[in-house]
């Protein structure tokens, strides 16, 4: 089974700095996907960005971009020029890119609470 | 627009009480699950379908029950909720057919508590 691990429950970052979130994964497949989810106080799931296994590019999105080492099973967030808005509960997650399996199931970590210090 | 739409969003009750808490998406998606988010826990998936009578377990289905007579439509059922069963659920969609890759849509999220 495929695991999901996330050592930061708490991090904090001062407004327009970079921050760097940290997600490690166990998983014997190699075509996969992950994903890193935003998660306000509303509690609605917001999806950040997602990085397909197959591609050796780093994915990026505006202010967020990922670090993804496939060999050390790494896949960090990091944002840049920080903004208040961005406090918030962030999840990483894995899915299996074997749909003939049957499983769309995300597998996600236990999550890091990110503050933004004015 | 597209949604995934969830009722009721806030739901107090008492132990032994059936409950439903409905889920419903506008977007024909095939694949829909149930996830529930206890904290430092993450989010655990309950039950999934993968198309109309087509149900399976997920990780953590014991005391729940699911039901998909309708494509839209995936009900979550506490048949004698217990106080453990407080938590935040999520349903979720997505299409199945297609690119490999389909985004998940997450419903709003509904807090229950059993007392």
């Known amino acids: 089974a495929q695991t999901v691990t996330q050592s930061q429950p708490e991090m904090s970052v001062q407004e327009a700095e970079t921050v760097t979130l940290s997600c490690t994964y166990d998983?014997?497949?190699?075509?996969?996907?992950l994903f890193w989810y935003k998660q306000p106080p509303s509690r609605q799931m917001i999806l950040v960005i997602r990085?397909?296994?197959?591609?050796?590019q780093n994915a990026t999105e505006n202010r967020f971009s990922v670090n993804f080492q496939k060999a050390a099973k790494s896949f960090s967030l990091k944002i840049s020029d920080s903004q208040l808005g961005d406090a918030a509960m962030y999840f990483c997650?894995?899915?299996?890119?074997?749909?003939?399996?049957?499983?769309?199931?995300?597998?996600f970590g236990k999550g890091t609470k990110l503050s933004v210090i004015p | 627009e597209a949604q995934v739409t969830q009722n009721p969003r806030y739901l107090i009750t008492v132990t032994g009480k059936k409950l439903t808490v409905t889920c419903s998406q506008n977007?024909?998606?095939?694949?829909m699950s149930w996830y529930r988010q206890d904290p430092g826990l993450g989010l655990r998936q309950i039950y999934y379908?993968?198309?109309?009578?087509?149900?399976d377990k997920g990780d953590v289905p014991e005391g729940y029950k699911v039901s998909r007579k309708e494509k839209r439509n995936f009900p979550l059922i506490l048949e004698s909720p217990s106080p453990n069963q407080t938590s935040l659920y999520f349903c979720?969609?997505?299409?199945?057919?297609?690119?490999?890759?389909?985004?998940?849509?997450f419903g709003p999220g509904t807090r229950l508590t059993v007392l």
């Open positions: 979720a969609s997505t299409k199945t057919s297609g690119l490999s890759y389909n985004e998940q849509f």
């Open positions: 998983t014997s497949e190699s075509d996969y996907y």
């Open positions: 990085q397909e296994a197959y591609k050796q």
């Open positions: 997650a894995y899915r299996s890119g074997d749909t003939l399996a049957g499983s769309y199931q995300l597998t």
């Open positions: 977007m024909n998606h095939e694949y």
């Open positions: 379908s993968m198309n109309v009578e087509v149900t």
